[in-house]
């Protein structure tokens, strides 16, 4: 069992930054891939970042390539998302999960088999 807490989500204006952590407990592989997405209202549930416990590779959506960070502390189990320049069509509520660690479906909702319980990011215009 993995258990993942989101925190770090609120209300900030478009062109702010708002830091967001994912706390996780539990069978913490260093295989398995940790992953934040978003879902917006009436929207489906997206990709945003990936990042591996082990290595340097870390995977973006084109919509946030360039603005938003994904790193990782491996001492504290801790993954970040630092989100720069937000925009208002980037709120949503942010999911931190994580999975087994396979490459070809990294960028996907079925590619991940726990999940924290989300954090609300707004973003004013």
């Known amino acids: 069992q993995v258990q993942l807490v989101e925190s770090g989500g609120g209300l900030v204006q478009a062109g702010g930054s708002l830091r967001l952590s994912c706390a996780a407990s539990g069978r913490t592989f260093s295989s398995r891939v940790m992953g934040w997405f978003r879902q917006a209202p009436g929207k489906e549930r997206e990709f945003v970042a990936a990042?591996?416990?082990?290595?340097?590779?870390?995977y973006y959506a084109d919509s946030v390539k360039g603005r938003f960070t994904i790193s990782r502390d491996n001492a504290k189990n801790t993954v970040y998302l630092q989100m720069n320049s937000l925009k208002p069509e980037d709120t949503a509520v942010y999911y931190c999960?994580?999975?087994?660690?396979?490459?070809?479906?990294?960028?996907?909702?079925?590619?991940?088999?726990?999940w924290g319980q989300g954090t609300q990011v707004t973003v004013s215009s």
């Open positions: 990042i591996y416990w082990s290595g340097d590779s870390t």
């Open positions: 999960a994580t999975g087994v660690g396979r490459l070809v479906g990294i960028r996907q909702v079925s590619g991940y088999d726990y």
